[in-house]
């Protein structure tokens, strides 16, 4: 069964600080993986998108990597803001189903503190 | 706002009644998208529609759901004789749809929040 876990559930770190959130997939195989940053009461917003065939994607303070031996994924944050406190969900697609067909993860929950 | 668009925002229904739902993509986006999330969950994929044809329904569409997109634009997701199950926030997405594209990102709309009570 194609399955998208996260982890930690969820995470408490103080503000300036960095952290790291995992993502474990078994979908295979699979068009792409993307992170997304979701705001209470809003819909995702898309941070990263990478292909099977790519292992690193930046967009500012966020950094996705991905190693599709061991199919892990994983979102680190830099010097983390009061407005990075949301849920991080890792959404993987699998191939053949033309891309769309997106199994999504339970997201970390993430809490920055002053 | 050239953003997906939903509404309501938020529905209170009693159980057994009919609700429906609008959702208005970007507007060169061929591609939408219908998800149901509930607390603390990730959004679940329910359907999808290339342009007005619909391709893909999960098994989790039972036969009290129906989502339309009669010209290829809007489109509306109709729960019939709601249950208390049917609780959740129901989430919309457009994309372009780039032909081949292993990157077609999907952007979201806010959501609607379903109350069945």
Redesign the interface.
Known sequence: KNQ?EQSPQSLIILEGKNCTLQCNYTVSPF??L?W?KQDT??????LT?M??SENTKSNGRYTATLDADTKQSSLHITASQLSDSASY?C?VSPRN???????????TRLFVKA | DTG?SQNPRHKITKRGQNVTFRCDPISEHN?L?W?RQTL??????LT?FQNEAQ??KSRLLSDRFSAERPKGSFSTLEIQRTEQGDSAMY?C?S?QGLAG???????????T?LTVL
């Open positions: 998208v068009s792409n993307r997304y009461g809003r819909g995702p917003v898309s998108i292909t099977f969900i959404v189903t033309g891309g769309f067909k997106t199994i999504f993860g339970a997201g | 997906v591609r998208y998800y603390g969950q990730g959004p679940e994929f999808y391709l893909e989430l997405a994309s594209a292993h990157t077609d990102t999907q952007y979201f709309g806010p959501g929040r």
